[in-house]
């Protein structure tokens, strides 16, 4: 089954959460959230949005995202019980990235169910489900929208970096973390550091 990875092409057409992109005169209808929209160009413009290709039985959708940070958050997100892709563009439309990784790891349920579409059981799970999924060393990182291997220190610091704080403060009170406790898991580590960090 050949999937869709990218789209390359003119941007022919964008609405409220869905666009059209024109690939060599075929035009391809992309469902995207509100962070995505923000970010895409005037019509007529050439653009480039990665692809997640959904497919059931009975149905075929594109799901568009300007970077890999966004459709990795997007891809953990579907594993949550009960979220399926259009519920995941809501939650990636109702709360920047940043602040979503955030509140999953602070396990801020008040603030996930802020989102319209989701209630507080669902937002339980939310955090249940992805509090450390989310940097899972063997998916893409959600942070960098990479998928090389990095070290958990790395991949902590990179984290707090993405949620607004500078490289040295969260290099320094990573380093004190994984010093007292070399096991802990990326979560728990990006946990206590913006315990420690606030």
């Given at each position: 089954?050949?999937?869709i990875?990218?789209?390359?092409?003119?941007?022919?057409?964008?609405?409220?959460?869905?666009?059209?992109?024109?690939?060599?005169?075929?035009?391809?209808?992309?469902?995207?959230?509100?962070?995505?929209?923000?970010?895409?160009?005037?019509?007529?413009?050439?653009?480039?949005?990665?692809?997640y290709?959904?497919?059931?039985?009975?149905?075929?959708?594109?799901?568009?995202?300007?970077?890999?940070?966004?459709?990795?958050?997007f891809?953990?997100?579907?594993?949550?019980?009960?979220?399926?892709?259009?519920?995941?563009?809501?939650?990636?439309?109702?709360?920047?990235?940043?602040?979503?990784?955030?509140?999953?790891?602070?396990?801020?349920?008040?603030?996930?169910?802020?989102?319209?579409?989701?209630?507080?059981?669902?937002?339980?799970?939310?955090?249940?489900?992805?509090?450390?999924?989310?940097?899972?060393?063997?998916?893409?990182?959600?942070?960098t929208?990479?998928?090389?291997?990095?070290?958990?220190?790395?991949?902590?610091?990179?984290?707090?970096?993405?949620?607004?704080?500078?490289?040295?403060?969260s290099?320094?009170?990573?380093?004190?973390?994984?010093?007292?406790?070399?096991?802990?898991?990326?979560?728990?580590?990006?946990?206590?550091?913006?315990?420690?960090?606030?």
């Open positions: 089954m050949s999937m990875a990218y789209l390359k092409g003119e941007l022919a057409w964008k609405g409220q959460d869905r666009c059209v992109i024109d690939v060599g005169g075929v035009g391809y209808e992309v469902e995207i959230s509100a962070q995505t929209l923000d970010k895409l160009p005037a019509a007529e413009k050439e653009l480039k949005l990665l692809i290709h959904h497919i059931t039985d009975n149905d075929q959708r594109l799901f568009g995202f300007v970077n890999g940070k966004e459709k990795n958050l891809e953990r997100l579907i594993t949550v019980k009960g979220i399926g892709p259009k519920l995941a563009l809501t939650i990636l439309s109702g709360l920047p990235a940043n602040v979503l990784m955030e509140a999953i790891v602070m396990q801020d349920t008040s603030s996930l169910s802020s989102i319209s579409g989701i209630g507080k059981k669902t937002a339980e799970r939310m955090v249940l489900e992805l509090k450390d999924k989310l940097f899972d060393e063997t998916q893409p990182s959600v942070v929208g990479s998928s090389q291997s990095r070290s958990k220190r790395e991949e902590a610091v990179s984290a707090l970096e993405a949620l607004g704080f500078s490289k040295r403060d290099g320094r009170v990573v380093n004190q973390i994984t010093g007292k406790d070399p096991d802990a898991s990326i979560s728990d580590i990006v946990k206590q550091a913006l315990a420690e960090l606030k």
